[in-house]
């Protein structure tokens, strides 16, 4: 994007980066789930906003810069999840990913269906897929 573009999706995905980090990054405290701390970082999307969000990570994912800032946000959470779910049988390698990636789908299908309010969703969602897979949660 051109330069001033930039700066603008700068300064508006600033705020909301931020308080992800700050939750990914929290205390990991009884009931501070894998679940728990996807959902309380789902409820900084709006819900009557959501297409209009995809928009701006449509130009995330073609700029370099904030390509990279997405990759390293990326990392701290797949780190919070994987932390979380350290008891996991064989470890928690690349499970945080795998958790990671099924709420990314969540939302997306979400998006299209938008049957229920999306924290209940993603609640159920993550706690399928963990009970499925036989993990803490």
Known sequence: PAEGGHAA??????RPVADRERAARGR?????????LLVRLTGSYDE???????RVLREDLRDEVLRERGRVWLAVLVAAVE????????GPAGLG??????????????????????????????????DRLRLIR
């Open 83 to 90: 932390q979380r779910l350290a008891a996991a049988p064989g």
């Open 28 to 36: 990991h405290q009884p009931g501070g789930t894998v679940g728990e």
């Open 48 to 54: 009557a906003d959501f297409a209009d969000q995809l």
């Open 97 to 130: 990913a795998l958790v990671v990636a099924h709420w990314q789908g969540t939302l997306t299908l979400w998006g299209f269906t938008r049957d229920a309010p999306l924290p209940d969703v993603v609640r159920s969602a993550l706690t399928d897929l963990l």
């Open 9 to 14: 999706l700068a300064v508006v995905g600033r």
